[in-house]
C-alpha cells in the first residue's frame, strides 16, 4: 500500500519561499510520477508540477513555471516542492500524490488529478500579503 506524507508547509510572507516535502513509502518498482496539487478555500484543486522518478522529466503548470521546482530523491523516496516568490494566491492545501508507470504526454496530462490513485492528506500553504 502506498502512503504518502507532506510535510513543510507554513505561514510565510508575499516574496518568501517554502520547501515541502512529500515522503512515500509503499513503491514497489521506481517507476512512478508523482505530483503535487493544491486547493485553495472554494476552489477546485489544481495542479502543480508532477516529476516522474524513472527519468526525472518535469511537469509545470503555468502559474508557477519559473517559481516553483519539482525535484526527487529516489534514495529516500522523496520528493521536493520548493517555492520562491510565493504569492498570496498560492494559499492552498498542498497534496502530493502518486501514480505507478504514469507516463504524461504533456503537463496538461500530467496535471490531471484523476490521473493519480494515491493521495496524501495535504499541508496548508498560507501567503500573507
Known amino acids: 500500500e502506498v502512503q504518502l506524507v507532506e510535510s513543510g508547509g507554513g505561514l510565510v510572507q508575499a516574496g518568501g519561499s517554502l520547501r515541502l516535502s512529500c515522503a512515500a513509502s509503499?513503491?514497489?518498482?521506481?517507476?512512478?510520477?508523482i505530483g503535487w496539487f493544491r486547493q485553495a478555500p472554494g476552489k477546485e484543486r489544481e495542479g502543480v508540477s508532477c516529476?516522474?522518478?524513472?527519468?526525472?522529466?518535469?511537469y509545470y503548470a503555468d502559474s508557477v513555471k519559473g517559481r516553483f521546482t519539482i525535484s526527487a530523491d529516489n534514495a529516500k523516496r522523496t520528493v521536493y516542492l520548493q517555492m520562491h516568490s510565493l504569492k498570496p494566491e498560492d494559499t492552498a492545501v498542498y497534496y502530493c500524490?502518486?501514480?505507478?508507470?504514469?507516463?504524461?504526454?504533456?503537463?496538461?496530462?500530467?496535471?490531471?488529478?484523476?490521473?493519480?490513485?494515491?493521495w496524501g492528506q495535504g499541508t496548508q500553504v498560507t501567503v500573507s500579503s
Open positions: 500524490a502518486a501514480e505507478a508507470r504514469f507516463r504524461p504526454r504533456d503537463s496538461r496530462h500530467a496535471l490531471r488529478q484523476w490521473e493519480y490513485d494515491d
Open positions: 509503499g513503491f514497489t518498482g521506481d517507476d512512478y510520477a
Open positions: 516529476i516522474r522518478t524513472a527519468d526525472g522529466s518535469t
